[in-house]
């Protein structure tokens, strides 16, 4: 970062007021300030004289200019500013095989908070099941996480980080709630779960039968010995379906689960009465859980992946980009064109998909998309910018 920027601060100008009096974009600016990077285009030394003249026309002192473009170190990025990119030359070169670059978790600054009359983070963790954005996709793996729950079912729920998979599970423990249906869930806790011993603790068949206990019968204490303890929570099974109940077993971080427990999962699934199975279960994970476990050329999971549904949460559609952006601004009262401009929405999409060989890569999943955002307008609010401009959105 260059001392400009404490400069500009002192004398109460904006970076967005001396873009315009250079004659330059806001982005350009932001990216001379924040990374010392220097308009090719322009000869440097003559736009050095142009700044320092519009500095002391606009109250700095002449000892305050001699070293505004020396750079100072910060402990850490800030989240309003935007990270460094990689030399533009070389990537031009390469962008039909890059991948679509992610920003980390962003925090909505209280500047952009304040600029675009935000009352809370659009993106922010939802806080009800109105909150979520429905795509045709989402109704679709909805629904069957749906029907499982209230039928019968054997489904494995596969997304990237950030495609909305736990809220999915949120919503679906919330939808049952609501309707009061008979259904019994049963969650694991997957703390620490890894797929051996050496990376972590394997969540074990034994393991879920205490959890299907716990919830099932918790006031029995469970048996000592693994054989006992299993009868005991067939038993508990028993009794409760004939009581009317459904039993929902959820597990997340299911890529996680280690060869031997998915294996046992297919053996529980084969617990009955009559006709009727007594355990219906939803594994969320990632895509390793369907690339690396669950794959049709996998012999250790043969029995499984002939058995079990899989459905994978897809990205949100580039035309439906403009739509998911108004429903998330919508439910905190703010109209999207006071946000971000049409060019703004085309660039995010140009972030966050890109072709690589014959394919389309895209990364449009929700919390990628959020992240950008709010990176974006945290940007545009530095710059003193009224809404996210397409320059914007390239620039962080």
Same mark, same amino acid.
């Given at each position: 970062?260059?001392?400009?920027?404490?400069?500009?601060?002192?004398?109460?100008?904006?970076?967005?007021?001396?873009?315009?009096?250079?004659?330059?974009?806001?982005?350009?600016?932001?990216?001379?300030?924040?990374?010392?990077?220097?308009? &090719?285009?322009?000869?440097?030394?003559?736009?050095?004289?142009?700044?320092?003249?519009?500095?002391?026309?606009?109250?700095?002192?002449? +000892?305050?200019?001699?070293?505004?473009?020396?750079?100072?170190? *910060?402990?850490? $990025?800030?989240?309003?500013?935007?990270?460094?990119?990689?030399?533009?030359?070389?990537?031009?070169?390469?962008?039909?095989?890059?991948?679509?670059?992610?920003?980390?978790?962003?925090?909505?600054?209280?500047?952009?908070? /304040?600029?675009?009359?935000?009352?809370?983070?659009?993106?922010?963790?939802?806080?009800?099941? +109105?909150?979520?954005?429905?795509?045709?996709?989402?109704?679709?793996?909805?629904?069957?996480?749906?029907?499982?729950?209230?039928?019968?079912?054997?489904?494995?729920?596969?997304?990237?980080?950030?495609?909305?998979?736990?809220?999915?599970?949120?919503?679906?423990?919330?939808?049952?709630?609501?309707?009061?249906? $008979?259904?019994? *869930?049963?969650?694991?806790?997957?703390?620490?779960?890894?797929?051996?011993?050496?990376?972590?603790?394997?969540?074990?068949?034994?393991?879920?039968?205490?959890?299907?206990?716990?919830?099932?019968?918790?006031?029995?204490?469970?048996?000592?010995?693994?054989?006992?303890?299993?009868?005991?929570?067939?038993?508990?099974?028993?009794?409760?379906?004939?009581?009317?109940?459904?039993?929902?077993?959820?597990?997340?971080?299911?890529?996680?689960? $280690?060869?031997?427990?998915?294996?046992?999962?297919?053996?529980?699934?084969?617990?009955?009465?009559?006709?009727? /199975?007594?355990?219906?279960?939803?594994?969320?994970?990632?895509?390793?859980?369907?690339? &690396?476990?669950?794959?049709?050329?996998? $012999?250790?999971?043969?029995? *499984?992946?002939?058995?079990?549904?899989?459905?994978?949460?897809?990205?949100?559609?580039?035309?439906?980009?403009?739509?998911?952006?108004?429903?998330?601004?919508?439910?905190?009262?703010?109209?999207?064109? &006071?946000?971000?401009?049409?060019?703004?929405?085309?660039?995010?999409?140009?972030?966050?998909?890109?072709?690589?060989?014959?394919?389309?890569?895209?990364?449009?999943?929700?919390?990628?998309?959020?992240?950008?955002?709010?990176?974006?307008?945290?940007?545009?609010?530095?710059?003193?910018?009224?809404?996210?401009?397409?320059?914007?959105?390239?620039? *962080?």
């Amino acid at each position: 970062m260059l001392k400009l920027k404490s400069t500009l601060e002192e004398i109460e100008q904006k970076q967005a007021d001396l873009a315009r009096s250079l004659q330059l974009s806001p982005a350009t600016i932001a990216q001379l300030i924040n990374h010392g990077q220097w308009p &090719k285009s322009l000869d440097r030394t003559e736009l050095e004289q142009r700044i320092r003249d519009w500095l002391l026309s606009n109250g700095a002192a002449n +000892d305050a200019i001699g070293d505004v473009f020396e750079e100072i170190q *910060v402990d850490q $990025p800030c989240a309003n500013t935007a990270d460094p990119q990689p030399p533009e030359e070389s990537d031009q070169e390469n962008n039909q095989e890059s991948e679509p670059m992610l920003k980390r978790k962003q925090t909505l600054m209280p500047a952009a908070r /304040k600029a675009f009359a935000l009352p809370r983070d659009p993106f922010d963790d939802l806080t009800c099941a +109105d909150d979520m954005y429905v795509s045709q996709d989402i109704r679709y793996v909805r629904e069957c996480m749906y029907q499982v729950a209230r039928h019968d079912g054997f489904l494995a729920v596969v997304g990237e980080s950030g495609a909305g998979k736990s809220t999915l599970r949120r919503e679906l423990v919330a939808r049952l709630e609501a309707e009061d249906a $008979p259904v019994v *869930v049963i969650e694991p806790y997957v703390l620490a779960m890894e797929d051996n011993d050496q990376k972590g603790k394997t969540l074990k068949s034994a393991h879920i039968a205490e959890s299907i206990m716990a919830v099932v019968n918790p006031t029995e204490m469970p048996k000592s010995s693994p054989e006992a303890r299993f009868r005991q929570m067939h038993r508990a099974l028993l009794a409760s379906a004939e009581s009317g109940m459904r039993h929902l077993l959820i597990i997340e971080e299911a890529h996680s689960l $280690p060869i031997p427990t998915l294996k046992h999962l297919k053996r529980l699934r084969e617990l009955e009465r009559g006709f009727s /199975k007594l355990l219906n279960i939803v594994l969320i994970g990632q895509p390793e859980l369907l690339t &690396k476990k669950l794959h049709e050329r996998n $012999p250790e999971l043969r029995e *499984v992946v002939q058995r079990i549904q899989v459905v994978e949460l897809e990205p949100v559609p580039l035309a439906e980009l403009e739509t998911f952006l108004r429903f998330r601004f919508g439910r905190v009262g703010v109209d999207l064109e &006071k946000v971000i401009d049409a060019e703004g929405i085309r660039a995010i999409g140009e972030r966050l998909q890109h072709n690589v060989g014959n394919k389309t890569l895209s990364v449009l999943y929700p919390l990628a998309i959020g992240n950008l955002m709010i990176a974006a307008m945290n940007l545009a609010a530095d710059l003193g910018e009224q809404v996210v401009t397409g320059h914007i959105v390239m620039e *962080v």
